[in-house]
């Protein structure tokens, strides 16, 4: 993938400011529905599938909520290298889930091998990974982290 998700600050450019300065779309109206459709479609090329693209109106924190809320139980593994991760991790626990911790120093990426260790010694619904971890400057191999996940816990 060439493009970096990561927050700002950036520059904005003019005509996106122009645009920011209109009034408010109603969440309700047919208008903004056809805007949530096109941009699932346009997500759905960026990162490569057809699966659902899932949408919220709200801040990461919220996303997180949710994905714990509706996909995990009981117990999830949250991999911990920075506050972003840090944060799946306090959400998970403030939802009432049990969540263990691969945690390793800030500005250090999480391994395919630890990640193998963790599952092979204990059953988890979900595991939370953030792939770049803005909070310390650290990528975490992801893919390859992902291949763990699958050939451990398929």
Known sequence: MSHMFVPGPVDVAPEVLAAMAQPMLPHRSKEFEEIFRRTEEKAKKVFFTQNRI????????????????NFVQESVLSCVNGAFSQRWNDVATSNGKKADKIEVDYGEAITPDMLRDALKAKHYEAVTIVHNETSTGVQNPVEELCRVVHETSP
């Open 54 to 69: 899932f949408q919220g109106a709200c801040s990461g924190s919220g996303m997180q909520e949710a994905g714990i809320r």
